[in-house]
């Protein structure tokens, strides 16, 4: 069973004192490819090093977070600009608003979250977005930035049917994770109305572990409960589960 990770954070600090097995880990549960999003200049070097080590397994994604759009943000965008000139990606990501942390920085969010949308668009790659209680903002922009040249996945979706399926009619495919074993998770009431074709899989590894490793640092191999409770909610095989996503990821990223 070939099993897509379209999310994790494999560089971060968490996995310190056990990268390699938590790697070793997540191959051995037949998840072979992790596509990796970026934060901000401060991990670039540090995705590099990943990829290098699994250059078979291992795609990145170039983009600024938008919680880490702070004074400097320009100086990060023109970071963002400069990478994408010297090589290819697989995605521009994660990118988006974030009102839970901060909303005083939602102009330069916006801001922010616009301009890379027309570096995706220049570059031809999908985007990956991040919504933390701002679906109506995101969806202003994206709104206005239709196009079929803007397609790319709707990170951690957590939004009602309605913006489900508002995500999904511009080109977006819904990547779900933990949140999808939670009780109080809520999308597990309405998944099943969404055809499989636009889900993609994910971890968000080291946030949001499903349970039952809820409230506990997450890694890639643990995307075998989402598998589980996906084929439980679609009454498919988990191998089934694993091939149409893993081929939905395809369709994305394109790889």
């Given at each position: 069973?070939l099993?897509t990770?379209?999310h994790?954070?494999?560089?971060?600090?968490e996995?310190a004192?056990?990268r390699?097995a938590?790697?070793?880990?997540?191959f051995?549960?037949?998840?072979?490819?992790?596509?990796?999003?970026s934060?901000?200049?401060?991990?670039?070097?540090k995705?590099?090093?990943?990829?290098?080590?699994?250059?078979?397994?291992?795609?990145l994604?170039?983009g600024?977070h938008p919680?880490?759009v702070?004074e400097n943000?320009e100086?990060?965008?023109?970071h963002?600009?400069t990478?994408?000139?010297k090589?290819?990606?697989?995605?521009?990501?994660?990118?988006?608003?974030d009102?839970?942390?901060?909303k005083?920085?939602?102009?330069?969010?916006?801001?922010?979250?616009r301009?890379?949308?027309q570096?995706?668009?220049q570059?031809k790659l999908?985007?990956?977005i991040?919504?933390?209680?701002?679906?109506?903002?995101?969806?202003?922009?994206l709104?206005?930035e239709?196009?079929p040249e803007l397609?790319?996945?709707?990170?951690?979706?957590?939004?009602?049917?309605?913006?489900a399926?508002?995500?999904?009619?511009?080109?977006m495919k819904l990547?779900?994770?933990?949140?999808?074993t939670?009780?109080?998770?809520k999308?597990d009431q309405?998944?099943?109305?969404?055809?499989l074709k636009?889900?993609v899989l994910e971890?968000?590894?080291p946030?949001?572990?499903?349970?039952?490793?809820?409230?506990?640092?997450?890694e890639?191999?643990?995307?075998v409960?989402?598998?589980?409770?996906l084929?439980?909610i679609?009454g498919?095989?988990?191998s089934?589960?694993a091939r149409i996503t893993?081929?939905n990821?395809?369709a994305?990223f394109g790889?």
């Amino acid at each position: 069973m070939l099993i897509t990770d379209t999310h994790s954070h494999i560089y971060s600090e968490e996995f310190a004192d056990d990268r390699d097995a938590m790697m070793q880990r997540a191959f051995d549960a037949g998840v072979k490819r992790i596509f990796v999003p970026s934060i901000d200049s401060s991990y670039t070097e540090k995705m590099y090093a990943m990829e290098a080590q699994y250059p078979e397994s291992v795609f990145l994604m170039m983009g600024l977070h938008p919680t880490y759009v702070k004074e400097n943000y320009e100086d990060e965008l023109r970071h963002v600009e400069t990478e994408l000139s010297k090589r290819k990606f697989a995605a521009i990501g994660e990118i988006g608003i974030d009102l839970y942390w901060d909303k005083t920085t939602l102009p330069q969010q916006q801001n922010a979250f616009r301009r890379q949308i027309q570096l995706a668009k220049q570059y031809k790659l999908p985007i990956n977005i991040h919504c933390r209680e701002a679906f109506d903002e995101i969806f202003e922009i994206l709104d206005a930035e239709k196009s079929p040249e803007l397609w790319g996945i709707f990170h951690c979706f957590a939004g009602n049917y309605e913006q489900a399926l508002h995500a999904i009619s511009l080109n977006m495919k819904l990547g779900i994770g933990g949140v999808a074993t939670f009780k109080n998770g809520k999308i597990d009431q309405f998944l099943n109305q969404i055809d499989l074709k636009n889900i993609v899989l994910e971890t968000d590894s080291p946030y949001l572990a499903p349970v039952p490793f809820r409230g506990k640092r997450n890694e890639s191999s643990y995307i075998v409960k989402v598998v589980s409770k996906l084929s439980e909610i679609y009454g498919l095989p988990e191998s089934e589960i694993a091939r149409i996503t893993t081929e939905n990821s395809r369709a994305v990223f394109g790889i």
